[in-house]
């Protein structure tokens, strides 16, 4: 499985970025999918995912302003990311997996700067 992320960049605190992920590669019935980020310094965290069946599960930090969707036609999952703030700025990573951490396989990464 291969993951292609994109949509990262500079945003101001309190501005908004939308990340978008695209799978392809040989698979079989709906896995999750989902973010990750990593901060310099710190562990990956989860940020949210989509598990199959419409359900979701998100981060504590960013529960009320990240909202991830998914389009199972297109293999692509998103997050749309709002009232973002400087504490948000991390490599974003998109994860695939069967389970429900969609943590099997992970894109390449694409980096988020909010400057306050």
């Known amino acids: 499985v291969q993951l292609q992320a994109s949509g990262g960049g500079l945003v101001q605190a309190g501005g908004s970025l939308s990340l978008s992920c695209v799978a392809s590669?040989?698979?079989?019935?709906?896995?999750?999918m989902g973010w990750y980020r990593q901060a310099p310094g710190k562990e990956r965290e989860l940020v949210a995912v989509?598990?199959?069946?419409?359900?979701?599960n998100y981060g504590d930090a960013v529960k009320g302003r990240f909202t991830i969707s998914r389009d199972n036609a297109k293999n692509t999952v998103y997050l749309q990311m709002n009232n973002l703030t400087p504490e948000d700025t991390a490599v974003y990573y998109c994860?695939?997996?069967?389970?429900?951490?969609?943590?099997?396989?992970w894109g390449q990464g694409t980096l988020v700067t909010v400057s306050s």
């Open positions: 994860g695939w997996g069967y389970g429900i951490l969609a943590d099997d396989y």
């Open positions: 590669g040989s698979t079989f019935g709906i896995p999750s």
């Open positions: 989509a598990i199959s069946g419409g359900l979701t």
